[in-house]
């Protein structure tokens, strides 16, 4: 990829991921991807517009979450990684890079899926950080079932729903008296809550949630001059493409888009730098679609 001002057609800016019939083990390591995503690695320059903030992005590890890290930090903010242990490899590496651009970075091993875990993320923010200025809700969990709802087992349901969605409530609910005034809040959620896949019927309810969840808490905590709002990506390459659905999939996945193909990781983070800086001030409840050109209808 080229410098991240320099003028390009967008629609090739990256060249389709070579993943046909790619699979690996879930969660999803990024070395075990044959086509690695580019988290702006190379390429995003801050100017400090998060200068003196502090940060916890849970799913912080790999794919979106490390790209928006990899940002924060060369915006000066300090952060909080949250994953499961199991992605401690990738979660150290992010690490590194957040220590690299000059801001601290704490690794937190959890399963988002205990309201008490949910809970230690945050105290351990204010502990390791000093404070909480801006708490990204990126973790997820999907699973691609072809047969659709009858494929989906409580156990699924359950999983997707406590790591989408109740870990987003409890650790918002959990954050909520350290947050000051200027405080945001940003929550991830997908084009599936208005495009959904019946392969991914449960994955699009909790997306879906994540909107009505944002909306309606935009509302009540405005007064308190603290902000919401979230990010509805498209197709993306990351670690949980391969890891979670079906190889035959793979290979053509995010050519659907009017651009033609998935999208970067390092093409989400600015839209989280925006929401999390003062430049929206005014924004809030609202719902940005980076999606390759495909509408949030």
Known sequence: M???????????????????????????????????????????????????????????????GRAVAIAYAREGADVLVACLPEEQEDADETARLVTEAGRRAVVVLTDLTQEQECNRVVDEALEKLGGLDILVNNAAYQMAQEGGLEDITTEQLDRV??????????????????????????????????????????????????????????QSLAEKGIRVNAVAPGPIWTPLIPATMPEGSVGSFGEQTPMGRAGQPAELAPAYVFLASQESSYVTGEVLGVTGGQPLT
Request: aromatic content about 6%.
């Open 161 to 218: 729903m406590k790591t989408n969605l109740y870990a987003m409530f409890w650790l918002c609910r959990r954050a909520l008296p350290h947050l000051r005034p200027g405080s945001t809040i940003i929550n991830t959620s997908s084009i599936q809550s208005r495009q959904p896949s019946p392969q991914l019927l449960d994955y699009a309810t909790t997306k879906a949630g994540i909107v009505a969840f944002t909306q309606g808490l935009a």
């Open 2 to 64: 080229s410098d991240q001002n320099t003028p390009q057609d967008p629609s090739d800016q990256y060249e389709q991921p070579d993943s046909e019939n790619e699979s690996i083990e879930h969660p999803g390591l990024t070395q075990d991807m044959g086509d690695e995503p580019d988290h702006g690695e190379e390429t995003y320059r801050g100017s400090g517009r998060l200068e003196g903030k502090r940060a916890v992005i849970t799913g912080g590890d790999s794919g979106i």
